[in-house]
């Protein structure tokens, strides 16, 4: 297992990418990493250049760009990236990426029946997969009042069998967004545990959608979550290109962020 594999899906997602790795899968892994990180102006400069290539690391690299501005609630956007990946993508890794990648994207315009269709086409061969598999079928429940525990607690299994760090907090998050309405303390308790190793990893992505469900689960301290929220995203934003902001400044899935972002 290598250094960035580790950092990008491994147990080390705290590790600092100091170059430009030479080699272009490389490249690929260490935009993972800047972007768990909220480092996001330095992972698109390492993955738009890959986008142009004609095999399966571009369309990796385009459900990498599609996921960041996803996470900055660019949904169509990541659509169209998506949608591009999928046309060169060749392995199972990236048609799951890119499929699951699409069916969030449709959560995100409401269109839930098109995101089950798609999440239902998923080639479920590698763990990442089904963790992903399990955090977009639980976020379409959550959209439809469903019952998402089932799906976000195998997610977090899965990430954990795989000792993968970041997937374990995010799922984590997924599961306590499930349980916000049945089982709040349990909730506060397993986000507030993401939320605190994700600051202390630098997961600045993870760190303030903690905070917004910790404001959801924990009322009495909602007003100091939000600000948390608010704090992390604007300093997030400081770091990303001007396209991801654009996004992030015209998404109502984004709250403003504190102050201006530059």
């Given amino acids: 297992m290598t250094t960035l594999y580790q950092a990008a899906f491994g147990d080390r997602p705290d590790l600092a990418v100091a170059a430009e790795p030479p080699r272009p899968r490389d490249r690929w892994l260490a935009a993972v990493v800047l972007g768990a990180q909220g480092r996001y102006a330095r992972a ?3 993955l738009h250049p890959l986008l142009n290539r004609e095999d399966d690391l571009a369309a990796l690299a385009a459900a ?4 960041h501005r996803r996470q900055l609630g660019g949904h169509a956007a990541a659509r169209t990236l998506d949608a591009r990946g999928l046309a060169t993508a060749r392995s199972d ?3 799951a990426d890119l499929i699951l990648g699409l069916a969030a994207d449709a959560v995100g ?3 839930l029946a098109e995101a089950r269709r798609l999440r239902d086409r998923v080639p479920l061969t590698t763990w990442r997969a089904r963790v992903r598999h399990g955090w977009v079928s639980a976020e379409i429940e959550l959209s439809s009042g469903g019952a998402a525990r089932g799906h976000a607690e195998r997610a977090l299994a899965e990430a954990e069998a795989a000792k993968a760090v970041r ?3 995010k799922s984590e998050i997924v599961l306590g967004a ?3 309405a049945s089982e709040p303390v349990m909730a506060r308790k397993l986000v507030t545990r993401a939320r605190d190793d994700a600051t202390e990893l630098h997961l600045s992505s993870l760190v303030w959608p903690a905070s917004l469900v910790l404001a959801e689960v924990d009322p ?6 939000t600000r948390n929220a608010t704090t992390v995203l604007h300093g997030l934003l400081l770091r990303t290109d001007p396209r991801g902001r654009e996004l992030a400044e015209r998404s109502p899935w984004v709250p403003d962020p504190a102050g201006p972002t530059g």
């Avoid at 990498?64 to 996921?67: E, P």
């Fill in 44 to 46: 698109a400069t390492l």
């Fill in 64 to 67: 990498t760009l599609a996921s």
């Fill in 93 to 95: 890794e990236a048609r």
């Fill in 109 to 111: 315009a409401g269109n």
């Fill in 167 to 169: 997937h374990r907090i």
């Fill in 178 to 180: 499930a349980l916000a």
């Fill in 220 to 225: 009495s301290e909602a007003s100091r979550h």
